[in-house]
């Protein structure tokens, strides 16, 4: 089992930042795929950005690519979503996800591809 908890989110005006973490406990950490997907009202949940076992290789989100910043601490046990320039299309609640299967791909961008979610935290960017 994997537990994962989000903290970060808040209210944030138009072109600020907020930085999301993701603390995991449970199975060991750095064997673990990670990502963050958001889901907007009305709106299907969608991958943001992903990373690598080892953190070596990531993808971004056409919409969030240069703003957004996935990383992964296999020493903390915590996974890391820096937002920049942020937008009232970000607003979302941001869930953090975890693969504890075995990763052949490079990337995985798929809900059904994550075996664990965190709660998710409200990110709400004002105009």
């Known amino acids: 089992q994997v537990q994962l908890v989000e903290t970060g989110g808040g209210l944030v005006q138009a072109g600020g930042s907020l930085s999301l973490s993701c603390a995991a406990s449970g199975r060991t950490f750095p064997n673990l795929y990670m990502a963050w997907f958001r889901q907007a009202p009305g709106k299907e949940r969608e991958i943001v950005a992903c990373?690598?076992?080892?953190?070596?290789?990531?993808y971004y989100a056409d919409s969030v690519k240069g703003r957004l910043v996935i990383t992964k601490d296999n020493a903390k046990n915590t996974v890391y979503l820096q937002m920049n320039s942020l937008t009232p299309e970000d607003t979302a609640v941001y869930y953090c996800a975890a693969r504890s299967r075995p990763a052949t791909y490079t990337y995985y961008l798929l809900r059904t591809d994550y075996d664990y979610w965190g709660q998710g935290t409200q990110v709400t960017v004002s105009s």
């Open positions: 990373v690598s076992v080892s953190g070596s290789r990531t």
